[in-house]
């Protein structure tokens, strides 16, 4: 499967194919947020199988480096896919999926279909937000 680009929800979605090499820097993460930006997308999909294991190791650096440009440059970041295994072996990983997914820049859920979920509970609160009691 090659990148390919959709709406979703009404969010403009850049969706990074699963083969390709894993991002390891922060030039690397700027390349895909320039991939992402030149099809004017807001929210960024990277399947978990790209990023490899040393980006789910917090301690090469990897996955804050790669995070932090995303939400320097303002382009969210949801990496989909399996981590379990990852999770089981960093309570740092858990912290981090646990705080990400409670916030709106940077999501970790396990597959497209908790993303459109998610998705709509966004819009569903934005919406109870503009009205007035």
Known sequence: M???????QGIR???????GAPPTNSRDATELIGAARSQQAELAVIPAAR?????????TGIAGEIIQKFVTYQVRLVIVG???????????????VYE????TNVWFLP??????????QCAA???????KP
């Open 111 to 120: 597959d497209l279909q908790s993303l459109a979920s998610r998705l709509v």
């Open 13 to 19: 979605v850049f969706e990074f194919a699963a083969a």
């Open 51 to 59: 990023l490899g294991d040393e980006f789910f190791r917090l301690k």
């Open 100 to 103: 990400s997914n409670h916030g």
């Open 82 to 96: 399996d981590i379990p295994r990852y999770l089981l072996e960093s309570s740092a990983l858990r912290d981090l």
């Open 125 to 131: 609160g934005r919406l109870a937000a503009t009205r």
């Open 2 to 8: 090659s990148d390919r680009v959709y709406d979703l």
